[in-house]
């Protein structure tokens, strides 16, 4: 997780200096695939550390937990960024909407890092399960 929450925030630092008014695509294209490169990473790494730290018992919880912090999380990040968007530019010409987009994408690349500095105290767990002779498991123990 933190690898690909590292690899968005360069990717949207990146995004975020170069976007200028008069700048081609062909020139944005490096660090839209840097942050999606990091995203794709850190997406399906959460949910494993998610259900990763809790009994077999508790999975679906951790489960319903975890998918309704990731809408929650999007939605909150999604306001954040609109609201320097508005707070700095507009749509009425391409200059100001740079004005309001690149501080916008260095929110986004701030709570990105935030969301990497957080993924460091998320830990690797692994659960040993000790069984009976007929496959039940007796105990279930998480080592960090």
Excluded: E
Excluded at 89 to 102: D, E, K, Q, W, Y
């Amino acid at each position: 997780m933190v690898v690909g929450m590292t690899l968005q925030v360069a990717g949207l630092a990146w995004f975020a200096r170069l976007a200028t008014a008069g700048v081609g695509y062909g020139a944005l294209i490096p660090a839209l695939v840097l942050a999606g490169v990091g995203i794709s990473m850190a997406l399906p790494a959460t949910p494993a550390a998610a259900l990763g730290a809790v009994s077999p018992a508790d999975l679906g919880k951790a489960s319903g937990a975890n998918s309704t912090m990731q809408r929650c999380g999007g939605v909150l990040g999604v306001a954040i960024a609109s609201a320097v968007f508005a707070a700095n530019g507009h749509l009425g010409s391409p200059a100001s909407f740079t004005a309001g987009f690149r501080p916008a994408l260095a929110i986004a690349a701030a709570l990105s890092l935030l969301g990497a500095a957080s993924a460091l105290g998320a830990g690797r767990h692994q659960r040993l399960v000790v069984r009976a002779d007929h496959g039940q498991a007796l105990a279930t123990i998480t080592v960090n």
